[in-house]
């Protein structure tokens, strides 16, 4: 079992459940497969969004529903974003230091005010 504190070990466990997936369900999971069904999980990422933020149809479900469909949704995108990167063999972890945090170094004070640690 991967260590799920981590990108690389929350991927492997995430990989497994996706195995059980395509055994449970008969859908062979191929590079279109991964790559097309987060573009949909994104899609319904956008759905809850619209919704939570009102802007669809009343699905006459209450707020705390709206809610959790929203976060729900942030998590199907999160698992299939990381069963591609490990498909492809993305170092997620290496790549968010490499992009992201070459920022670091401009960071003010007042950058960190409010973040949860």
């Given at each position: 079992m991967g260590d799920a504190r981590t990108l690389?070990?929350?991927a492997d466990e995430i990989e497994i459940i996706?195995?059980?997936?395509?055994?449970?369900?008969?859908?062979p999971r191929s590079d279109d497969w991964l790559v097309l069904k987060l573009h949909e999980?994104?899609?319904?990422?956008t759905q809850a969004?619209?919704?939570?933020?009102g802007r669809s149809r009343d699905r006459g479900e209450d707020a705390a529903a709206v809610d959790a469909?929203?976060?729900?949704?942030?998590?199907?995108?999160?698992g299939m974003l990381l069963l591609v990167a490990r498909r492809f063999d993305a170092d997620?972890?290496?790549?968010v230091q490499r992009k992201?945090?070459?920022?670091?170094?401009?960071?003010e004070p007042q950058d960190e005010e409010g973040v949860r640690r």
């Open positions: 690389a070990g929350l996706s195995r059980v997936y395509e055994r449970v369900f008969d859908v999980e994104v899609g319904e990422l969004y619209l919704a939570r933020s469909a929203f976060r729900a949704e942030l998590a199907d995108v999160l997620l972890d290496a790549e992201w945090f070459r920022w670091r170094h401009l960071v």
